[in-house]
């Protein structure tokens, strides 16, 4: 094959210059640049054809593509406020990393819950003929979907819709709690209380769940005077610590990790100390609270970055997914030593 100079001068490479540097068709640089199925290309011919799109930096025609398919490399993901949510932000970076190892492109839209911005971002994704949109919500939760997401492929992430016949993908909120609950059975406590939320979430009824199946499943009875209603801020983990101390309980799992975060303020300024005297398990893995606690908290995770990214895969037909019951995935034990 003949030396091709690349980037020589302001020329925009064509397909037709890759054609005869390669010595094919234009309709063979086509097929092979566009990786169209079930097209009859020689090993030899194709890598020639890939060796001049290397050397002369020629770049498909986006539009063209996008005109010709109906659909661009473009996957759209509309939120309302995990971009500036530091821990959900996780979403938007596992959607991104699984949409480049596949040929796509994220654009994203933050609303901060703005109907009118909400509406403007979808229906300008829809002019753009995106592959599909990811629409997400920082908190899990269940929602009204928007009509025009009925207008492409959509994957609701961190959120569902009942009935909306839309796949969505979820933390498994319930073998959360069981998990939470277990690392606390495992240090050897079998009088644990929990701290729930005082807000009706898929979380609040999943988490009390997981923690009452687990003590079941440990042969231990599940006591409602040790499960606690608080504020699930670190407020309600503060105003929490009398009821805690007289309940006698040896462990406490923590709704979230800011209610955690104010249970340690509350025990330390009753001269109790963390494990020793009570062991104290979080949940969420917000970073900048649970791992710069004293001592670091032990905690479950939820999975954004995981959900991103299981997000796309369902898009895309990577992954299986149901249009009547949401996937859940597993979040995981941080182990460190408040346990």
């Avoid at 109906?70 to 500036?84: C, K």
């Avoid at 300008?124 to 919500?137: D, F, K, N, R």
């Avoid at 997981?210 to 407020?235: D, I, K, N």
């Amino acid at each position: 094959m003949t030396s091709v100079e690349p980037g020589k001068g302001a020329h925009t490479v064509t397909m037709r210059d890759v054609a005869k540097a390669a010595g094919v068709s234009v309709a063979t640089v086509s097929v092979v640049v566009n990786n169209k199925p079930g097209a009859r290309i020689g090993d030899e011919a194709r890598h020639r054809v890939l060796e001049v799109v290397a050397q002369l930096g020629y770049r498909p025609n986006m539009l063209a593509q996008t005109l010709a398919n109906g659909t661009s490399r473009f996957i759209g993901l509309v939120a309302d406020a995990i971009a500036t949510t530091p821990f959900a932000g996780q979403i938007i970076h596992g959607a991104q990393d699984e949409a480049w190892k596949n040929g796509y492109v994220l654009l994203v839209a933050n609303t901060d819950g703005n109907q009118a911005a909400e509406d403007e971002a979808i229906a300008m994704m829809l002019e753009h003929q995106v592959h599909g949109i990811l629409y997400s919500s920082w908190y899990h939760r269940e929602i009204t979907v928007p009509a025009t997401l009925h207008q492409t492929d959509t994957v609701l992430v961190n959120c569902f819709a009942a009935g909306s016949g839309l796949p969505a993908v979820v933390p498994d909120e319930e073998e959360g709690g069981r998990t939470a609950t277990r690392e606390l059975l495992d240090a050897g406590h079998t009088k644990i209380a929990f701290i729930n939320t005082t807000t009706p979430s898929p979380a609040q009824s999943g988490r009390l769940a997981g923690y009452r199946a687990a003590l079941e499943a440990a042969g231990l009875s599940y006591e409602e005077s040790l499960v606690f209603p608080a504020a699930p801020e670190q407020e309600g983990g503060y105003a929490s610590t009398p009821s805690i101390i007289n309940s006698g309980a040896t462990a406490v799992f923590c709704h979230n990790d800011r209610v955690a975060m104010g249970l340690y303020d509350g025990l330390r300024e009753q001269g109790l100390r963390i494990p020793e005297d009570i062991a104290v398990m979080g949940f969420d893995n917000q970073d900048v609270i649970a791992a710069h606690l004293r001592p670091p908290l032990s905690t479950v995770a939820l999975p954004h970055y995981e959900l991103g990214a299981a997000g796309i895969r369902m898009l895309l037909g990577i992954e299986h997914s149901s249009d009547t019951v949401p996937t859940r995935i597993a979040c995981p034990p941080i182990p460190r030593q408040s346990i």
